[in-house]
């Protein structure tokens, strides 16, 4: 054999290898994702609510909510052959007509344009209230296959178009998940008359972590709060971003409640202090104010050696609409 048919030969079994190599990712299933801890997110505006896997990332706004298994999903979801990572998607849209039933068949027309393929309509009860599942196909080339289904409910004027999808064969592996999050969706509460919907309700939902568990009112909503320096982080706001209840862990390296204060007391410009007990632990409190018309509060815990500290920020001319709430998450903290 001479060097270019040897050249030939080993280019020839070089593209069989990616071939192979090809065919065998292809191949790769998902496995099935069973429905572990759930965590709700509660539209600050208009009131429905619906449970996702603790962790998800969250892309949401008032009247319409997105939320991904992983980073860059919601890449891939905006531009299928594009760049992005293959992955699941979750979410709802809140569409104002005054026709339901003409809208929801318009959607369906506007899906099928634009070569999406719908599968059998189904009818199914969701939050007490028929509604329409509609199956669908997508298909963008190669491996970016989209497959999932809306369920459209029609309210009085009104529209709540829940999401559910998947490229390959992660939209059946993430089944029961999107079975579990359907099952827990909440059309919003009546709004009371004259009421500011920004405050924080008076209804409390519970969150467990890895050190404490607590209430919070369930119209404030979880953020992606990057982790920095701490070890833990959980932030959530309310109908007003500058309200909000914040729990950061660190190491306290072996240092008493007191120690740990004195070291960070020179960060806040402080109005007052005091003690406090907080889930059965000594706590001390620092009251400042980073703005004219917010005020905050910062509590110091050290328990198994870490610092858990947490910051309540509110709205100064509606801190008796607040404070009241914000004492109840205070006091419902419990260590593990």
């Known amino acids: 054999m001479n060097r270019s048919e040897t050249r030939l030969a080993i280019s020839a079994v ?6 192979l190599l090809s065919g065998c990712a292809q191949e790769k299933k998902v496995e099935p994702v069973p429905v572990g801890d759930m965590e709700e997110y509660r539209d600050p505006g208009i009131g429905f609510a619906i449970k ?10 008032v009247g319409r909510a997105r939320f991904y298994n992983a980073q860059d999903v919601d890449k891939k979801f905006l531009d299928p052959p594009g760049v992005g990572a293959h992955g699941v998607e979750i979410s709802v849209e809140v569409i104002n007509t005054p026709e339901p039933a003409a809208k929801i068949t318009q959607l369906k027309s506007e899906m099928s344009s634009i070569g999406i393929v719908l599968g059998q309509e189904q009818t199914v009860t969701v939050a007490g209230t028929q509604a329409t599942k509609v199956p669908y196909t997508a298909n963008y ?12 409910i029609p309210g009085d004027s009104v529209i709540y178009d829940l999401g559910f999808a998947g490229f390959g064969d992660y939209y059946n592996a993430y089944a029961t998940v999107f079975d579990a999050s359907l099952s827990s969706f909440e059309l919003p509460k009546p709004k009371e008359p004259g009421r500011d919907e920004t405050l924080p309700s008076e209804t409390m939902t519970e969150y467990s972590g890895k050190m404490f568990s607590f209430l919070y009112p369930d119209n404030f909503n979880f953020t992606n709060a990057p982790k920095g320096k701490f070890e833990e982080v959980i932030e959530l706001r309310g109908g007003r971003q500058d309200c909000s209840i914040r729990f950061d ?21 402080a109005k007052s202090t005091g003690k ?17 018309d917010v005020e905050s509060r910062a509590y110091f815990v050290v328990k198994s050696d870490k ?3 947490f910051t309540l920020n509110w709205y100064k001319p509606q801190a ?3 404070l009241p709430v914000y004492e109840k998450a205070v006091s419902s903290i419990k260590f593990k």
């Open 276 to 292: 406090a007990t907080v889930g059965g632990e000594n706590a001390l409190f620092v009251n400042y104010s980073s703005r004219a």
């Open 141 to 152: 080339g190669g491996s970016n296959i989209i497959y999932g289904h809306h369920v459209h």
């Open 307 to 309: 610092v858990v500290r």
């Open 14 to 19: 070089g593209a069989l290898a990616l071939l």
């Open 249 to 269: 862990v660190f190491d306290a390296k072996g240092l008493t409640v007191e120690k740990v204060y004195e070291q960070n007391k020179g960060t806040y410009r």
């Open 52 to 61: 996702h896997p603790k962790g998800w990332i969250s892309n949401s706004q």
């Open 320 to 322: 008796n609409k607040y």
